[in-house]
């Protein structure tokens, strides 16, 4: 049975397992020889950081951007703030910014977390989304790895939340709609 509050299951747990390691398999062989960092931004991706870190197969650092958007429990509001860059072990590396979710992309382009780890040295930067929400993107931000890309709907579960809940469900599930109005 469902939580209260879940439609239904959108990517299961083993399919996610699935696509965390085919992205684990590429970014290994993508930057073998290479320093990198994954940079995962709190609080949402801090479960996918977790499960992509461990199937790397190539030396890696680990760091955290915490950035904050607030207003809407369901919509980006536009605003954000971030609260905790990167520290200096980007400088000279490689970062992927590690994502739950890119959905209008306005919480990477209004905080400029890019801008910013590139101001502190980094030698190139890619984004890593598990989930790609295509269909509500009003900016030009793409990830550069994708999980999944999903249908324009309010998902919860393994990071992500609504108004702090159900971070914990181990599958990708749908919000009932009476939760949210489009
Ligand atoms: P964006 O700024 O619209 O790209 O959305 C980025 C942030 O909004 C994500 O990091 C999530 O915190 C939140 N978000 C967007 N869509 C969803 C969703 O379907 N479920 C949960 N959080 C979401
Ligand atoms: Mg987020």
């Known amino acids: 049975m469902l939580p209260d509050g879940i439609s239904k299951i959108l990517i299961s747990e083993e399919e996610i397992a ?11 062989l993508d930057y073998s020889g290479k320093e990198l960092v994954l940079v995962g931004v709190l609080k949402g991706a801090f479960i ?4 992509l870190a461990k199937r790397i197969n190539i030396p890696v650092m680990i760091d955290f951007a915490v950035i904050s958007s607030y207003g809407g429990a369901t919509k980006s509001s536009g605003c954000v703030k971030i609260s905790k860059e990167p520290d200096e072990c980007v400088s000279g590396r490689h970062v992927i910014i590690v994502e739950d979710i890119v959905d209008t992309g306005l919480t990477l382009k209004l905080s400029n977390l890019a801008g910013k780890i590139r101001q502190a040295g980094a030698v190139d930067i890619r984004i890593c989304s598990l989930l790609n929400k295509p269909d509500r993107r009003c900016t030009d ?11 324009d709907k309010f998902v919860v579960g393994y990071g992500l939340d609504y108004n702090g809940l159900y971070r914990n469900l ?8 009476k939760f949210y109005s489009k």
Request: overall charge negative; aromatic content about 12%; hydrophobic content about 35%.
């Open 170 to 177: 181990p599958y990708i599930g749908i919000l009932e709609d």
């Open 48 to 51: 996918f950081l977790s499960d």
């Open 141 to 151: 931000i793409r990830p550069d790895y994708t999980g999944f890309d999903i249908p």
């Open 18 to 28: 699935q696509g965390v390691q085919r992205l684990a398999n590429q970014i290994s």
